[in-house]
């Protein structure tokens, strides 16, 4: 399971940022038109917050279990990425 938990965090880096990085190279880091994206229709809202939610309990989990010496690094990539990079990463690490 090791190598497939390593494969999900590489997905959950590769597959977000490829629809960021081009929006970013585009509209720059423009906040306000980021978060008018993200609240611009209820079902982006609705995903939005999914993730932040998803990104508490990631976060809480890896703090609670203490199992890793290192649990600030898939805290990290869960705040800096996301939960999709955070969650295989610490399950990995945690292997």
Do not use: H
């Amino acid at each position: 399971m090791k190598k497939v938990y390593l494969v999900l965090a590489f997905m959950g880096l590769i597959l977000p940022y490829s629809q960021f990085v081009p929006f970013i190279l585009e509209n720059g880091l423009n906040t306000s038109l980021i978060v008018t994206e993200i609240t611009g229709y209820r079902l982006s809202t609705f995903a939005w917050l999914d993730v932040v939610v998803t990104a508490l309990v990631v976060i809480t989990l890896i703090i609670d279990e203490k199992k890793l010496k290192t649990c600030w690094i898939p805290v990290a990539a869960t705040l800096i990425i996301g939960p999709s990079c955070g969650l295989p990463l610490y399950l990995y690490m945690r292997e």
